[in-house]
């Protein structure tokens, strides 16, 4: 099984430059997930999707966007990249009440 | 607003002593706790997951406690490992309508010395 798989792995962006993060699960999961993991601030929420069609900003959402494309796929946006979004990004998903599985993770450097 | 509290935040001991890892949240509504590995560069991985209606679980050498009324979980490792070296972070589902997002602890970064 796949579980949840992120693209891209690594990716430099310069500042203003536009990207959009990639992420599906195969687990039939409701719920998915956007967090940011920075040295020092641990994991925090940026949007999140309770089910298809419905997303919803979590505790960081300036400066990004989601799509949930499917109840398969969820995808992040940074319009304008800023250094200040330097992070490394994960995806996540889960049924109620059970247990939160994680994508391996996107690097992203902006410059 | 729940806040999950983790010490300490890093801890070194000698192989095969037996440890305990700690986690706080500051709200008891919650629907279950989970707690994750996380090896440098990768993903989180995770260990076990306790409903709020569970006191413990157990998975081979880990177990995983939990005090709701006091706020409180205890991640117990047998027979340390180097193996075992990570960073351990808990994470709680409070109760809240929909998308039961999870709220993390900093983490707990384990040295195990051979």
């Known amino acids: 099984n796949a579980g949840v798989t992120q693209t891209p792995k690594f990716q430099v962006l310069k500042t203003g430059q536009s990207m959009t993060l990639q992420c599906a699960q195969d687990m039939n999961h409701n719920s998915m997930y956007w967090y940011r993991q920075d040295p020092g601030m641990g994991l925090r929420l940026i949007y999140y999707s309770a089910s298809e069609g419905t997303t919803d900003k979590g505790e960081v959402p300036n400066g990004y966007n989601v799509s949930r494309l499917n109840k398969r796929e969820f995808s992040l946006r940074l319009e304008s990249a800023a250094p200040s979004q330097t992070s490394v990004y994960f995806c996540?998903?889960?049924?109620?009440?059970?247990?939160?599985?994680f994508g391996q993770g996107t690097r992203l450097t902006v410059v | 607003k729940q806040e999950v509290t983790q010490i300490p935040a890093a801890l070194s001991v000698p192989e095969g002593e037996n440890l305990v890892l700690n986690c706080s949240f500051t709200?008891?509504?919650?629907?279950?706790l989970q707690w994750f590995r996380q090896d440098p560069g990768k993903g989180l991985t995770s260990l076990l997951l306790?409903?709020?209606?569970?006191r413990e679980q157990t998975s081979g050498r880990l177990n995983a406690s939990l005090d709701k009324s006091s706020g409180r979980s205890t991640l117990y490792i047998a027979a340390s490992q180097p193996g075992d070296s990570a960073t351990y972070l808990c994470a709680v589902t409070p109760y809240e309508a929909g998308a039961q997002k999870l709220v993390f602890g900093q983490g707990t970064r384990l040295t195990i010395n051979p």
């Open positions: 996540a998903s889960k049924r109620a009440n059970t247990e939160a599985f």
């Open positions: 306790i409903q709020s209606s569970q």
């Open positions: 709200d008891s509504a919650i629907y279950n």
